[in-house]
């Protein structure tokens, strides 16, 4: 109670060996977001804590909006402004290439990807990524054939680099 009253938003798992019907409610009543009991099968409670972070927006990394090239991605509104027009993104096309942004100039791996987009529950392949980042060129790149940002690392995955070169 008091966690939530001074602001705290991470989710809050209770693990406890209070395991009666008033007990449970009486945590998630004080701001808690799960409620296991103990003992617990290390996969559900693996499960649980996935989930809660799933749900969960990530922490604001990165400013509301991210400018290179004449490009500006407005991440509250799942935009992209660029000199051909405004492109509308799905969750997960924002997700990925904000995730290219906060890791731009380094490889990012496919693996990495699917990890921190889809979350380790889901079990896409990589042609998956491979997909996404075609529509993001689409979007980003005056020639999505010749790239001057998303760079594929053959066998690796990505790499954002905002400048040329």
Do not use: C
């Amino acid at each position: 109670r008091e966690a939530r009253a001074a602001g705290l938003s991470a989710p809050v798992l209770f693990l406890s060996a209070k395991g009666e019907p008033h007990e449970r409610v009486a945590g998630l009543a004080a701001g808690g977001d799960d409620y296991l009991v103990k003992p617990f099968h290390l996969p559900e409670f693996l499960l649980r804590v996935a989930n809660l972070l799933r749900r969960t927006p990530p922490p604001a990394s990165l400013e509301a909006t991210y400018t290179f090239a004449g490009i500006t991605v407005d991440f509250s509104a799942y935009t992209v402004s660029t000199p051909q027009g405004l492109e509308q993104l799905g969750e997960r096309e924002l997700r990925l290439l904000q995730l290219l942004i906060e890791q731009r100039n380094k490889v990012v791996s496919r693996n990495q990807m699917l990890d921190a987009v889809w979350g380790k529950d889901h079990f896409p392949s990589s042609r998956t990524v491979d997909n996404f980042v075609v529509r993001l060129r689409r979007i980003l790149e005056d020639d999505p054939s010749n790239p001057r940002f998303l760079h594929t690392i053959w066998g690796v995955g990505y790499k954002f680099t905002p400048l040329e070169g």
